[in-house]
């Protein structure tokens, strides 16, 4: 069974940095997109950034030049840091995979528990 496990969130003051993590684990195949999307509530969940396997990375326009998106495929895991954080970052973020699971030929998509991000003074 795979399951996407986030860490790294928190209370930070503005200007500030945080740096998540999520770690996608269980029988998998291939890894073919990782990726963070964030949620405030009564809003839609919304795109942060991802990254393919090979590499290529897409940004929200409200993270970029602050926030880069990596990937560690060795250990199956994504990471967000995110610089000058400021109020409106505050939400619920979320890791998402695309993936192929042991022994099944389709990929599916699978997501984390999410991890709260709250910029306050």
């Known amino acids: 069974q795979v399951q996407l496990v986030e860490s790294g969130g928190g209370l930070v003051e503005p200007g500030g940095s945080l740096r998540l993590s999520c770690e996608a684990s269980?029988?998998?195949?291939?890894?073919?997109?990782m990726g963070w999307y964030r949620q405030v509530p009564g809003r839609e969940r919304e795109l942060v950034a991802t990254?393919?396997?090979?590499?290529?990375?897409h940004y929200a326009d409200s993270a970029k030049d602050r926030f880069t998106i990596s990937r560690d495929n060795a250990k199956n895991t994504v990471y967000l840091q995110m610089n000058s954080l400021k109020p409106e970052d505050t939400a619920v973020y979320f890791c998402?995979?695309?993936?192929?699971?042991?022994?099944?030929?389709?990929?599916?998509?699978?997501w984390g528990q999410g991890t709260q991000v709250t910029v306050s003074s």
């Open positions: 998402k995979a695309m993936l192929v699971p042991a022994g099944l030929t389709f990929e599916y998509t699978f």
């Open positions: 269980g029988s998998i195949r291939r890894i073919n997109v």
């Open positions: 990254d393919t396997s090979g590499g290529s990375a």
